[in-house]
Protein backbone atom coordinates (compact mmCIF):
# COMPACT_ATOMS: atom_id res chain seq x y z
CA UNK A 1 0.00 0.00 0.00
CA UNK A 2 1.54 3.30 -1.22
CA UNK A 3 1.37 6.51 0.81
CA UNK A 4 -1.30 8.17 -1.66
CA UNK A 5 -3.32 5.51 -1.37
CA UNK A 6 -3.74 5.43 2.38
CA UNK A 7 -3.54 9.20 2.86
CA UNK A 8 -7.09 9.47 1.17
CA UNK A 9 -8.64 6.25 3.49
CA UNK A 10 -11.09 6.77 5.82
CA UNK A 11 -11.34 6.15 9.10
CA UNK A 12 -14.31 4.19 11.21
CA UNK A 13 -16.67 6.33 12.45
CA UNK A 14 -16.75 4.71 15.85
CA UNK A 15 -19.41 6.77 17.56
CA UNK A 16 -21.71 6.22 14.94
CA UNK A 17 -21.18 2.24 15.11
CA UNK A 18 -21.13 2.63 18.75
CA UNK A 19 -24.60 4.06 18.46
CA UNK A 20 -25.93 1.41 16.54
CA UNK A 21 -24.43 -1.82 18.07
CA UNK A 22 -26.84 -3.70 21.02
CA UNK A 23 -23.81 -3.42 22.77
CA UNK A 24 -20.06 -4.27 23.28
CA UNK A 25 -20.06 -7.75 21.34
CA UNK A 26 -21.91 -6.42 18.49
CA UNK A 27 -20.04 -2.91 18.37
CA UNK A 28 -16.40 -4.70 18.06
CA UNK A 29 -17.79 -7.24 15.47
CA UNK A 30 -18.65 -3.89 13.34
CA UNK A 31 -15.60 -2.29 14.00
CA UNK A 32 -13.54 -5.57 12.82
CA UNK A 33 -16.16 -5.33 9.92
CA UNK A 34 -15.82 -1.53 9.05
CA UNK A 35 -12.25 -1.69 9.69
CA UNK A 36 -11.09 -4.40 7.33
CA UNK A 37 -13.69 -2.80 4.71
CA UNK A 38 -12.10 0.29 4.68
CA UNK A 39 -8.59 -1.23 4.86
CA UNK A 40 -9.01 -3.86 1.80
CA UNK A 41 -8.61 -2.69 -1.84
CA UNK A 42 -9.66 -4.01 -5.25
CA UNK A 43 -6.20 -5.81 -5.08
CA UNK A 44 -5.46 -6.46 -1.58
CA UNK A 45 -7.53 -8.07 0.88
CA UNK A 46 -7.55 -7.41 4.95
CA UNK A 47 -8.91 -9.41 8.11
CA UNK A 48 -9.52 -7.74 11.04
CA UNK A 49 -9.91 -9.97 14.53
CA UNK A 50 -10.29 -9.40 18.26
CA UNK A 51 -7.68 -11.28 20.57
CA UNK A 52 -8.81 -11.67 24.70
CA UNK A 53 -5.66 -12.97 26.59
CA UNK A 54 -7.17 -15.23 29.36
CA UNK A 55 -5.47 -17.47 31.90
CA UNK A 56 -5.52 -20.77 30.35
CA UNK A 57 -6.60 -20.33 26.88
CA UNK A 58 -6.64 -16.53 24.57
CA UNK A 59 -10.04 -16.47 22.38
CA UNK A 60 -11.55 -14.03 19.52
CA UNK A 61 -13.87 -11.98 20.94
CA UNK A 62 -14.87 -10.65 17.54
CA UNK A 63 -13.52 -10.67 13.80
CA UNK A 64 -14.50 -9.25 10.44
CA UNK A 65 -15.09 -13.13 8.96
CA UNK A 66 -15.08 -16.53 10.05
CA UNK A 67 -11.85 -15.95 7.83
CA UNK A 68 -10.04 -13.47 10.04
CA UNK A 69 -10.95 -16.17 13.53
CA UNK A 70 -9.92 -18.74 11.62
CA UNK A 71 -6.53 -17.03 11.05
CA UNK A 72 -6.57 -16.74 15.18
CA UNK A 73 -6.42 -20.04 15.72
CA UNK A 74 -3.10 -20.62 14.06
CA UNK A 75 -1.56 -17.90 16.74
CA UNK A 76 -3.09 -19.76 19.12
CA UNK A 77 -2.17 -23.33 17.71
CA UNK A 78 1.59 -22.11 18.32
CA UNK A 79 1.26 -20.26 21.49
CA UNK A 80 2.99 -17.13 19.67
CA UNK A 81 2.22 -14.33 16.93
CA UNK A 82 1.98 -10.69 16.21
CA UNK A 83 -1.56 -10.20 18.23
CA UNK A 84 -0.39 -12.21 21.47
CA UNK A 85 2.80 -10.61 21.62
CA UNK A 86 1.45 -6.96 21.18
CA UNK A 87 -1.55 -8.43 24.21
CA UNK A 88 1.44 -9.69 26.25
CA UNK A 89 3.67 -7.14 26.28
CA UNK A 90 1.95 -3.81 25.38
CA UNK A 91 3.24 -2.92 21.86
CA UNK A 92 2.88 -2.99 18.39
CA UNK A 93 3.96 -5.50 15.93
CA UNK A 94 4.85 -5.94 12.35
CA UNK A 95 4.87 -8.87 10.63
CA UNK A 96 6.06 -7.60 7.35
CA UNK A 97 6.74 -10.97 5.37
CA UNK A 98 5.64 -13.86 6.97
CA UNK A 99 7.94 -15.77 4.53
CA UNK A 100 10.89 -14.36 5.83
CA UNK A 101 10.34 -13.61 9.33
CA UNK A 102 12.75 -15.87 11.50
CA UNK A 103 11.62 -14.95 14.74
CA UNK A 104 8.38 -16.71 14.31
CA UNK A 105 9.30 -19.30 11.42
CA UNK A 106 6.98 -21.98 12.60
CA UNK A 107 4.27 -19.30 12.92
CA UNK A 108 4.99 -17.63 9.71
CA UNK A 109 5.60 -20.47 7.65
CA UNK A 110 1.79 -21.63 8.44
CA UNK A 111 0.23 -18.02 8.10
CA UNK A 112 2.57 -17.75 4.65
CA UNK A 113 0.38 -21.29 3.79
CA UNK A 114 -3.33 -19.88 4.96
CA UNK A 115 -2.67 -16.87 2.25
CA UNK A 116 -1.36 -14.30 4.75
CA UNK A 117 1.36 -12.58 4.13
CA UNK A 118 1.64 -9.78 6.33
CA UNK A 119 -0.11 -9.29 10.00
CA UNK A 120 0.02 -6.27 12.32
CA UNK A 121 -0.71 -6.87 15.94
CA UNK A 122 -1.83 -3.21 17.98
CA UNK A 123 -2.43 -4.20 21.71
CA UNK A 124 -5.59 -2.55 23.35
CA UNK A 125 -4.69 0.07 26.38
CA UNK A 126 -7.51 -1.49 28.37
CA UNK A 127 -5.73 0.28 31.84
CA UNK A 128 -5.03 -2.95 33.66
CA UNK A 129 -8.66 -4.25 33.30
CA UNK A 130 -7.80 -7.05 30.76
CA UNK A 131 -4.91 -7.80 27.88
CA UNK A 132 -6.36 -7.87 24.28
CA UNK A 133 -5.12 -6.81 20.79
CA UNK A 134 -6.46 -6.46 17.51
CA UNK A 135 -4.83 -8.73 14.51
CA UNK A 136 -4.98 -7.15 11.12
CA UNK A 137 -3.82 -9.68 8.36
CA UNK A 138 -3.39 -9.32 4.78
CA UNK A 139 -2.91 -11.66 1.66
CA UNK A 140 0.28 -9.41 0.35
CA UNK A 141 3.86 -9.03 1.85
CA UNK A 142 4.54 -5.86 3.01
CA UNK A 143 1.19 -4.50 3.26
CA UNK A 144 1.17 -2.07 5.90
CA UNK A 145 3.10 1.38 5.83
CA UNK A 146 3.51 4.09 8.11
CA UNK A 147 0.40 5.52 6.93
CA UNK A 148 -1.85 2.30 7.68
CA UNK A 149 -0.35 1.46 10.96
CA UNK A 150 -1.07 4.83 11.96
CA UNK A 151 -4.62 4.85 11.02
CA UNK A 152 -5.21 1.12 12.87
CA UNK A 153 -3.03 2.40 15.88
CA UNK A 154 -5.59 5.63 16.18
CA UNK A 155 -8.77 3.82 15.61
CA UNK A 156 -7.50 0.70 18.64
CA UNK A 157 -6.47 4.10 21.01
CA UNK A 158 -10.20 5.32 20.27
CA UNK A 159 -11.69 1.83 20.98
CA UNK A 160 -9.62 1.29 23.92
CA UNK A 161 -11.08 4.86 25.37
CA UNK A 162 -14.83 3.18 24.82
CA UNK A 163 -13.92 -0.51 26.42
CA UNK A 164 -12.59 1.35 29.24
CA UNK A 165 -15.94 3.33 29.78
CA UNK A 166 -17.85 0.28 29.11
CA UNK A 167 -16.30 -1.60 31.89
CA UNK A 168 -16.48 1.48 34.41
CA UNK A 169 -20.42 2.04 33.35
CA UNK A 170 -21.10 -1.96 34.11
CA UNK A 171 -19.30 -1.56 37.51
CA UNK A 172 -21.30 1.51 38.33
CA UNK A 173 -24.32 -0.66 37.64
CA UNK A 174 -23.27 -3.41 39.54
CA UNK A 175 -22.28 -1.24 42.55
CA UNK A 176 -25.92 0.36 42.55
CA UNK A 177 -27.35 -2.95 42.37
CA UNK A 178 -25.36 -4.13 45.21
CA UNK A 179 -26.38 -0.74 47.26
CA UNK A 180 -29.55 -1.51 46.68
CA UNK A 181 -29.49 -4.59 48.10
CA UNK A 182 -27.76 -3.86 51.00
CA UNK A 183 -30.54 -1.38 51.81
CA UNK A 184 -33.27 -3.90 50.88
CA UNK A 185 -31.85 -6.03 53.21
CA UNK A 186 -31.04 -3.65 55.72
CA UNK A 187 -34.92 -1.92 55.36
CA UNK A 188 -35.99 -5.87 55.93
CA UNK A 189 -33.81 -6.59 59.07
CA UNK A 190 -35.15 -3.21 60.73
CA UNK A 191 -38.65 -4.31 60.55
CA UNK A 192 -38.06 -7.54 61.64
CA UNK A 193 -36.78 -6.32 64.85
CA UNK A 194 -39.66 -4.24 65.06
CA UNK A 195 -41.73 -6.83 65.42
CA UNK A 196 -39.13 -9.07 67.93
CA UNK A 197 -39.52 -5.72 70.16
CA UNK A 198 -42.85 -5.68 69.84
CA UNK A 199 -43.21 -9.70 70.61
CA UNK A 200 -40.39 -9.79 73.50
CA UNK A 201 -41.32 -5.84 74.84
CA UNK A 202 -37.63 -5.07 74.54
CA UNK A 203 -35.43 -2.45 73.43
CA UNK A 204 -33.85 -2.59 69.97
CA UNK A 205 -30.34 -3.63 70.70
CA UNK A 206 -31.79 -6.57 72.63
CA UNK A 207 -34.31 -7.64 69.50
CA UNK A 208 -31.46 -7.49 67.57
CA UNK A 209 -29.70 -9.47 69.71
CA UNK A 210 -32.48 -12.36 70.02
CA UNK A 211 -32.40 -12.34 66.17
CA UNK A 212 -29.11 -12.96 65.86
CA UNK A 213 -28.74 -15.54 67.95
CA UNK A 214 -31.66 -17.25 66.39
CA UNK A 215 -29.65 -17.10 63.33
CA UNK A 216 -27.04 -18.30 64.43
CA UNK A 217 -28.85 -21.43 66.18
CA UNK A 218 -30.91 -22.17 62.77
CA UNK A 219 -27.75 -21.84 60.70
CA UNK A 220 -29.66 -19.36 58.69
CA UNK A 221 -28.54 -15.76 57.32
CA UNK A 222 -29.77 -12.73 59.02
CA UNK A 223 -31.86 -11.06 56.28
CA UNK A 224 -33.21 -14.32 55.42
CA UNK A 225 -34.36 -14.79 58.61
CA UNK A 226 -35.54 -11.21 59.10
CA UNK A 227 -37.23 -11.55 55.57
CA UNK A 228 -38.87 -14.65 56.81
CA UNK A 229 -40.50 -13.38 60.12
CA UNK A 230 -41.59 -10.04 58.36
CA UNK A 231 -43.24 -12.23 55.74
CA UNK A 232 -44.78 -14.52 58.77
CA UNK A 233 -46.46 -11.23 60.06
CA UNK A 234 -47.27 -9.17 57.61
CA UNK A 235 -48.43 -11.86 54.37
CA UNK A 236 -45.96 -10.07 52.38
CA UNK A 237 -42.28 -9.21 51.81
CA UNK A 238 -40.99 -5.63 53.11
CA UNK A 239 -40.18 -2.95 50.43
CA UNK A 240 -37.85 -0.01 49.95
CA UNK A 241 -38.87 3.04 48.75
CA UNK A 242 -36.21 5.28 46.94
CA UNK A 243 -36.11 8.63 46.68
CA UNK A 244 -36.36 9.81 42.63
Sequence with gaps: MTEHETSDRPE???????????????????????????????????????????????????????????LDEIQ????????LTAAR??????????????RRSAYGQAAA??????????PF?????????LNVYADVPDAFDQAVRQVVEHQVAEVSTILRLAVRLARHRDAEADLRSAMESRTT???????????NRCNQERAFEILRAASSNRNVKLRDLAAELVVTV???PATTHFEA
Design 89 to 102: EHRVVHLRDTRSDG
Design 113 to 122: ANGVFSVLGV
Design 189 to 199: IDLAVGIVMAQ
Design 234 to 236: GKG
Design 12 to 70: VGLQELLLVSEDISGFLDAFTATLAQALSTDDEEVWCAVTLLRPRRSVTVASSSPRAEA
Design 125 to 133: DLGGEASAG
Design 76 to 83: YHYGDGPC
